[in-house]
């Protein structure tokens, strides 16, 4: 354990697409603060190889594939709780749709952005509050946002939207959900040099992490100059789960390098 933040240590916490990216990353880290992790992720592959490697570390974490659209999927996850875990009280809903386009997007394509985006978060939302008491939950939920939530990106509009509902959603079950002692906050990040940017950046764009960081359309655009590590999102999801935060429901912190803030 890190020894901050307080409040994770014993808890059982639930992390969508977490087998992955930032995903990982969160797994990883309230796996040392002492947590116990369900992974609901529908890549089997990359749940078996992340979760294996974990438990070779003496962690706590199960692997529930499926998919976050699937309502029985997100039912089973939550039944399939290993015996003598506690109940889920932590919840971190990252799994997303990643469709960029613009007017042009069809109604599929449109699907693909909100089902995993909205709707698959309503879904795991609504099953994980169903196990928690009607009141005095002590239970916090963190939503994955984006900065691009906040602002237009040319060819972004499938994705853009998709993530400003999250923001909705955010501050709607933060208002459901207070009355039974549940925070429900989101984090909206700029870019994350995860695996998937780093193949973007060398295949599309031919560039790797110093040359992208260096160029200001690219790492330039963030005031400090760079792209975040995936464990930099981690630590503020981390914290807004934590006591250390609760005061703070229905708000979305930025965790974009001071993108949003010029
Ligand atoms: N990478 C960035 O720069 C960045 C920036 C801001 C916000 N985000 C957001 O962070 C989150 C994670 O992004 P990432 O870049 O780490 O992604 P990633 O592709 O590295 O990992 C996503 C994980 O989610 C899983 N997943 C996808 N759809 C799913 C579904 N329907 N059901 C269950 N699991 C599903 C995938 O299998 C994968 O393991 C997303 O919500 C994304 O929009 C990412």
């Not at 939550?78 to 042009?104: D, H, I, M, S, Y």
Request: charge should be negative; include cysteine; glycine fraction near 12%.
């Amino acid at each position: 354990m890190t020894g901050l933040p307080r409040g994770l240590a014993g808890r059982t916490a639930v992390v969508t697409g977490g087998a992955q990216g930032i995903g990982a990353a969160v797994t990883e880290r309230l796996g040392a603060e002492g947590c116990r992790v369900v992974v609901l992720d529908k890549s089997a592959d990359h749940g078996r190889a992340a979760v294996d490697a974990w438990r070779r570390q003496g962690r706590a974490v199960h692997l529930a594939v499926g998919d976050v659209t699937d309502q029985q999927a997100v039912q089973a996850a939550f039944a399939g709780v290993p015996a003598g875990w506690p109940r889920p009280t932590l919840l971190v809903n990252l799994a997303a749709g990643f469709v960029f386009k613009g007017l042009e997007a069809t109604p599929e394509e449109w699907h693909a952005a909100f089902d995993p985006t909205v709707i698959g978060l309503s879904l795991v939302t609504r099953q994980f509050v169903a196990g928690l008491p009607e009141r005095d939950a002590d239970a916090a939920i963190v939503n994955m946002a984006s900065i691009s939530a906040h602002i237009a990106q040319s060819g972004y509009l499938t994705y853009n939207t998709s993530k400003a509902a999250v923001l909705g959603f955010t501050r709607c079950t933060a208002q459901e959900l207070a009355p039974r002692g549940i925070r429900v906050n989101s984090v909206s990040p700029g870019t994350v040099w995860n695996a998937n940017n780093e193949r973007y950046h060398r295949e599309v764009l031919g560039l790797d992490r110093a040359t992208a960081e260096a160029a200001p359309e690219h790492g330039g655009k963030f005031l400090l100059g760079r792209f975040a590590d995936p464990a930099e999102v981690a630590a503020p999801i981390a914290f807004l789960l934590s006591s250390e935060a609760s005061f703070i429901t229905g708000a979305d912190l930025p965790v974009d390098g001071g993108y949003l803030a010029v």
